[in-house]
């Protein structure tokens, strides 16, 4: 128990709190729709077919945290929140990790690892070219997911790649709104809130420029 | 008052750490807590609801080749609780759960259009005109899932024998109720309502379309379509008209929903066809509710018999 008797302000070197019970909250908190889905499929309560709840709920679960991921740096752009930093590198992970399972349960379960069948789908049906796509692009992201990535990379670099993150939710929004048969609402609501998120990016890093150019013009 | 021994007094930095212990558990419990519920909120779904509860129809025909599959039949928990009935929402859940402010009685029927005795008549009335029979069909969904289904109900062909449709007659058009007070998926434009069906007349004559009153020797759920829906086992389900109100004869072929909607994934026909994929999934196989694996999709849904009723028509248009 090395160095549980400090004092708090050895340990907050820069005086902020360091939320020790964040990012334990955070992931057990993400952990219920998989955990939820697990226990009904145990118990057979899944509804009448099974496979599709499964596929449907870890797809949703894997947009959710994206798109909350994605939300960190607008909060601190909008509110000056850094608390949301913190758990940036567990939300994009845990949505990698949904993103996994969907595919693994689509690719197992569904298809039966039927390789022709699946390469058919990616082919020819844009929904999963779609869904595809956005999982492949969210793999190197969560490979270099790590602060020796970073430090490897270099930053500027490393931030370039992760902005694929971007590329990969709006994928994941069209693999959602092309599965649907009428009622868009749901897709268009989750493309609506990654549109705005990056126009907040945007919208303050320009005006942040033209700020810096007329403090210099002064 | 006594003292403590020594060694039993906790140290005051070791107090300290456990209080904050304490703190962060109680804070994090709380995150995993909130952040749980709000993605379950978001994600997650209610359980499935209960299968209906409803009376058994007497004197009915029991089930007979050729209007029978040896196939294991679908329970009749999935069958009345998994299904597609815009009416009452786009979830397949929605029918089961929200069905029941249906009131199917009285509920009378216009038949109407090319036809020599049109006439207003209540559902009952008109089911008592015919000698119902239990039908066991497969029933295979456009979205590549299936079902075998023990309907109860008359062939559609001495419903059409009985009105008798003038020569003009070449469609039939079956239109659904559309009623926001009683169907709270009315309320959403997600479909043009009301919903519209149709079949070419020969189609309609075919002895293995049925007008169904009930399925599993019971009345039918409304969710399931009540009082009267529409059942040909060689098309997509949703061919299958439910919660009918209008039989209208016609000479030209109806606009049906699906097909104004989105024409290049729906067509008139909607035959099941492995051979002709949705535009968005494989129609080669199907998920049979109840089993885990795929099975392959056969054509016409395994009712080679209609084959003739297609000749000379491009089996490619047959989707």
């Not at chain 2, 209540?122 to 979205?143: N, P, S």
């Not at chain 2, 097909?259 to 099941?272: L, M, R, T, W």
């Amino acid at each position: 128990m090395e160095g549980t008797a400090e004092p708090a302000s050895t340990r907050r070197p820069l005086g902020r709190p360091p939320l020790p019970w964040l990012k334990p909250g955070v992931v057990a908190g993400a952990a219920f729709p998989a955990a939820s889905l697990a226990l009904r499929a145990a118990s057979g309560t899944l509804g009448a077919n099974p496979i599709a709840e499964t596929l449907n709920q870890l797809g949703l679960a894997a947009l959710v945290l994206l798109v909350a991921s994605l939300a960190c740096t607008p909060a601190r752009l909008l509110f000056g929140w850094t608390w949301p930093l913190r758990i940036r590198r567990e939300l994009g992970l845990l949505a990698v990790a949904y993103a996994s399972i969907h595919v693994l349960v689509y690719v197992v379960l569904d298809q039966a690892a039927n390789l022709a069948a699946i390469a058919e789908d990616v082919a020819e049906r844009p929904f999963i070219t779609a869904g595809a796509a956005a999982f492949v692009l969210l793999l190197p992201l969560a490979y270099t997911s790590t602060n020796a990535s970073v430090r490897r990379l270099g930053f500027a670099r490393w931030q370039r790649l992760h902005r694929l993150a971007y590329a990969a939710a709006a994928l994941a929004a069209l693999h959602f709104l092309w599965r649907v048969k009428v009622d868009v609402t749901q897709p268009l609501l989750y493309a609506a809130i990654l549109a705005a998120l990056l126009a907040v990016r945007i919208i303050v890093r320009r005006s942040r420029r033209q700020g810096n150019t007329r403090a210099g013009e002064g | 008052m006594g003292t403590a021994p020594r060694d039993q007094v906790t140290p005051e930095g070791v107090y300290l750490h456990r209080r904050e212990l304490l703190k962060n558990g109680l804070y994090a419990a709380g995150t995993a807590l909130a952040v749980g519920s709000g993605m379950t909120w978001l994600v997650g779904k209610a359980p499935p609801p209960d299968a209906p509860e409803l009376p058994a129809l007497a004197g009915y025909q029991a089930a007979a080749a050729p209007y029978t599959v040896a196939e294991a039949l679908t329970s009749y928990h999935d069958v009345t609780t998994y299904n597609n009935f815009y009416e009452f929402g786009v979830d397949k859940e929605d029918p089961a759960r929200n069905a029941h402010t249906l009131r199917t009685k009285p509920w009378p029927i216009q038949i109407d259009g090319e036809v020599a005795k049109p006439q207003a008549v209540d559902a009952e009335t008109l089911a008592g005109w015919f000698t119902v029979e239990e039908r066991i069909y497969r029933m295979r969904c456009v979205e590549a899932w299936s079902m075998v289904i023990p309907w109860l109900g008359f062939p559609l062909r001495d419903l059409i024998a009985r009105v008798e449709p003038t020569a003009k007659a070449k469609y039939v058009e079956f239109t659904s109720l559309a009623d926001p007070e009683q169907m709270p998926g009315v309320r959403h434009r997600v479909l043009p309502w009301p919903y519209v069906e149709g079949l070419r007349m020969d189609e309609a004559q075919h002895p293995l379309s049925l007008i169904a009153v009930g399925l599993y020797g019971k009345v039918l759920p409304n969710q399931s379509g009540a009082p009267l829906r529409l059942v040909v086992p060689w098309k997509y389900g949703f061919k299958g008209a439910k919660s009918i109100v209008r039989i209208r004869f016609t000479e030209a072929q109806p606009k049906t929903t699906w097909a104004v909607v989105a024409p290049s994934e729906y067509g008139f026909y909607a035959n099941v066809n492995p051979a002709v994929s949705h535009p968005r999934w494989s129609q080669a196989t199907e998920r049979r509710i109840g089993e885990l694996g795929r099975r392959p999709t056969l054509p016409f849904n395994g009712y080679g018999e209609v084959a003739d009723l297609y000749k000379g028509i491009d089996p490619r248009t047959l989707y």
